[in-house]
């Protein structure tokens, strides 16, 4: 059964305390890979999309890697505003978008 | 900068009711998207729509759902006769490619079934 599985469930990192977040998954035919940032009652915000193990993306603070089993979404020097549930979804190969639980991360001044 | 949008932002339903969910995609996207998330759990995918078409569907996307894209800008999910369960976010998304492009999700409704 395709799964995608986040960690920690909750993180609490200083400002300026770099961290990662992990996504674990086990999906059929990987098409791609996504993270996305989701603020309370909002929608989710596209972060980044991966295709194939090794590739690497960058945007300001955040940056997020993908192996043949899981991705990463390294923070760098994080600030309060960065606080969000960051949240990785992947795209099968039956064409089904699964997310994970999330992370909700808290940035303190 | 375009955006998604959805209507309403709150709609409140008693059980059995029909309810139709608006959304209004980017206006040179192809694939569209519904999504809900139940409080407090994971955004869970429903359906995805091309070339007026549905082209992927989930199991909880049974008969009770439908999706409409009845004019050139809206695109529409029906729930025929409302349950309790069925309260949750419901998230419209679109992107300009299948999968292998950024998907804009809208701000949500918040589904309430009394």
């Known amino acids: 059964e395709d799964q995608v599985t986040q960690s920690p469930e909750a993180l609490r990192l200083q400002e300026g305390e770099s961290s990662s977040l992990n996504c674990s998954y086990t999906?059929?035919?990987?098409?791609?890979l996504f993270w996305y940032r989701q603020d309370p009652g909002k929608g989710p915000e596209f972060l980044f999309t991966l295709y194939s193990a090794g590739e690497e993306k960058e945007k300001e603070r955040l940056k997020a890697t993908l192996t043949k089993k899981e991705s990463f979404l390294h923070i760098t020097a994080p600030k309060p505003e960065d606080s969000a549930t960051y949240l990785c979804a992947a795209h099968s190969g039956t064409y089904k978008y699964i997310f994970g639980t999330g992370t909700r991360l808290k940035v303190l001044a | 900068e375009p955006e998604v949008t959805q209507t309403p932002s709150h709609q409140v339903t008693q059980m059995g009711q029909e309810v139709i969910l608006r959304c209004v995609p980017i206006?040179?996207?192809?694939?569209f998207y519904w999504y809900r998330q139940i409080l407090g759990q994971k955004v869970e995918f429903l359906v995805s729509?091309?070339?007026?078409?549905?082209?992927?569907k989930s199991e909880i996307f049974d008969d009770q759902f439908s999706v409409e894209r009845p004019d050139g800008s809206n695109f529409t999910l029906k729930i025929r006769s409302t349950k309790l369960e069925d309260s949750a976010m419901y998230f419209c998304?679109?992107?300009?490619?299948?999968?292998?492009?950024?998907?804009?999700f809208g701000p949500g409704t918040r589904l309430t079934v009394t």
């Open positions: 999906v059929s035919g990987l098409r791609g």
């Open positions: 998304a679109s992107t300009s490619d299948r999968g292998y492009y950024e998907q804009y």
């Open positions: 729509f091309y070339n007026n078409e549905i082209s992927e």
């Open positions: 206006s040179n996207h192809l694939y």
